[in-house]
């Protein structure tokens, strides 16, 4: 296994999105990563500790130990559930695709 790999770790808000690519030891975790990418700092109005976080997708453990080309994704809950706004858009007559709109 090499000594380094080379990892991405993503944040979203709507006003901003941020993907930052690592360069972190072997063995480092899904924690580690965020802690390296310096998200706590810049997004200071979000408690990123207490988010649930993933990979590639999936759900993972802060824990999990990443592997080179992984993509460390930190989620925020959603302000709308998706079939709730497919409901609201319903309503006016709407749907989720573009031309509707």
């Not at 808000?13 to 990563?33: K, M, Y």
């Not at 500790?49 to 590639?56: F, N, Q, R, T």
């Not at 079939?83 to 309503?91: I, K, P, S």
């Amino acid at each position: 296994m090499p000594a380094e790999i080379e990892v991405e770790v993503v944040f979203g808000i709507p006003e901003q999105q941020r993907l930052v690519s690592l360069t972190v030891h072997s063995g480092a975790t899904v924690a580690d990563a965020i802690e390296i990418s310096g998200f706590a700092r810049e997004f200071t109005d979000h408690d990123l500790s207490s988010l649930p976080v993933g990979v590639w997708g999936h759900l993972a453990a802060r824990d999990t130990v990443l592997s080179a080309g992984d993509r460390v994704e930190i989620y925020r809950p959603l302000q709308l559930d998706p079939r709730e706004a497919r409901r609201r858009l319903a309503a006016l007559g709407q749907t989720m695709r573009k031309s509707d709109n």
